[in-house]
């Protein structure tokens, strides 16, 4: 029943698919096209069209990959030995939902000239981190992202949704379902793993504009397919409402008074398939642990999740954003939030529906943890490897439980009773230059066992504190025309 006509056709799970398999798909789908895509320094992911001559032109391509110029992909590759190879990652097949011409994409990952991969592509320091992560503490890292969403469109007058009320709306008060619906069909084709879609609480009218927020939900897979399937959905996302004659975004921050956009990742740790967030029916050691590596490596954390100004306007008090380092159950107001899950054996499907059979079942293997803070600036590699590396670093802690319990509040920690418990909490870095600087301080836990570069971090702090920020929100935030100056700037981050 997968939905992705590949991996259906050739009746095999998408990690098992071989280069023969893919000749074979195209030979018997008359494919005429090959698309390698890959994704720049900007998030974005980039195109390179080759038309199929041979099966033996078809054999060598995906053999060999392609050449391509690095330094115009990463600012961070020399210009004078800047030539890197793109190989193709079969698993990632799919058909081009967009092509007129019969299309396969293929992700690709960057090679150098001695045949090995680049060290500072984000795509292998994301494989690299999950692969520490195996190697210190046994277990496989998962996550999937809520990929939140402005659709931008002309106000036809009819049906408003009440201002910054939106939230599961149907139609005809959604007016783009329809359009989210569409596209989950697409990036389900791609390889996605789509927990569900919904209209989300935002939405306002402005200048003859309707704003109208929405949201994809993934379910959990392995940390680096969680990363593909967010970059190839922005993609898919951004073209159809192109072929709509609409413009998307996925900016942090909209305009001033109304819910920005974020990037939710949700994460487990699992062993041989079974998910350890639970045990017994409560939030499990291995969980906590992890939680505690958020919580220690959270300062550093934005300089992945939230990088350009816009970001720091969205993490503000009473926007469901967090701006405090401290975690909870079913609590939007932290940093990291423990969802509502199926903790133990219940059947409440049969009390509504009486004719089902009375027999409790165990869904704890549902359970994640939520951290709140990245948004569509991020770049998603980069992003879900420095969470892989966070939870990582809650295993080598001396004291995780006692990190974690004294983080752990229970409270909305933005209403003004509760102003003392929030002054000690740590505070998530306002600025992107406050990020940059607890990047610098926490860097050796990133280049330990040699996941991140030095290199590479280097220059990811020179880049966020050329953005001279550090005073920028309380300078402009109540001022609309600059903010919205602001907003345009960074309108299509990521």
């Not at 139609?171 to 919904?198: D, Q």
């Not at 487990?268 to 939030?283: A, F, P, S, T």
Request: proline letters at 4%.
């Amino acid at each position: 029943m997968n939905p992705n006509p590949v991996v259906q056709y050739l009746n095999k799970p998408a990690d098992r698919l071989t280069k023969e398999d893919l000749i074979r798909f195209i030979e018997d789908y008359d494919i005429e096209m090959i698309n390698f895509r890959y994704v720049g320094w900007d998030g974005r992911l980039k195109t390179l069209n080759f038309i199929i001559g041979s099966r033996q032109h078809l054999d060598n391509l995906l053999t060999a990959g392609e050449r391509v110029d690095g330094s115009s992909l990463f600012p961070f590759v020399e210009a004078a030995s800047s030539d890197l190879y793109v190989i193709p990652r079969f698993k990632t097949a799919f058909l081009d939902p967009f092509s007129e011409i019969p299309t396969l994409n293929i992700l690709c990952a960057f090679y150098d000239s001695t045949g090995n991969p680049v060290e500072s592509a984000p795509e292998y320091i994301l494989k690299k981190a999950h692969q520490a992560f195996k190697d210190k503490t046994g277990y496989s890292f998962e996550a999937m992202g809520e990929l939140e969403y402005y659709i931008i469109s002309e106000d036809d007058g009819l049906f408003k949704a009440e201002d910054q009320k939106a939230y599961h709306e149907s139609s005809p008060f959604s007016k783009w379902a329809a359009f989210r619906t569409e596209a989950m069909k697409l990036i389900a084709e791609s390889g996605g793993n789509i927990k569900y879609g919904h209209s989300e609480v935002g939405n306002f009218s402005r200048d003859g504009l309707v704003y109208e927020q929405n949201e994809i939900e993934f379910l959990p897979v392995n940390v680096e397919d969680a990363a593909d399937q967010l970059v190839i959905a922005k993609w898919i996302i951004r073209t159809l409402a192109a072929r709509h004659g609409v413009t998307v975004t996925f900016s942090p921050k909209i305009t001033v008074g109304k819910a920005g956009s974020g990037l939710h990742i949700h994460s487990r740790v699992m062993k041989d398939g079974k998910n350890l967030m639970i045990k017994e029916g409560v939030l499990s050691n291995v969980a906590k642990t992890t939680i505690a590596g958020y919580m220690e490596m959270a300062p550093s954390l934005t300089a992945f999740g939230n990088m350009n100004p816009t970001s720091y306007f969205r993490l503000v008090p009473h926007q469901e954003a967090p701006t405090n380092v401290c975690w909870g159950d079913r609590n939007r107001s932290v940093l990291v939030r423990v969802p509502l899950g199926w903790t133990r054996p219940m059947n409440m499907v049969h009390k509504v529906n009486p004719l089902e059979e009375a027999k409790k079942t165990d869904f704890s293997n549902k359970q994640t943890i939520e951290i709140r803070n990245a948004d569509g600036s991020a770049d998603v590699y980069l992003l879900l490897a420095g969470i892989t590396v966070a939870a990582r670093h809650g295993f080598e802690l001396k004291n995780p439980l006692q990190v974690a319990k004294n983080t752990y509040v229970d409270i909305d920690i933005f209403k003004d009773e509760n102003k003392a418990a929030q002054k000690e909490l740590g505070h998530l870095p306002t600025s992107c230059v406050a990020s940059a600087k607890m990047l610098e301080k926490q860097k050796a836990v990133y280049t330990k066992y040699n996941v991140f570069p030095e290199g590479l971090l280097n220059y990811l702090i020179d880049f966020l504190k050329a953005f001279r920020d550090e005073h920028l929100r309380e300078e402009i935030e109540n001022d609309e025309e600059k903010v919205m100056q602001l907003v345009t700037r960074y309108f299509h981050c990521g």
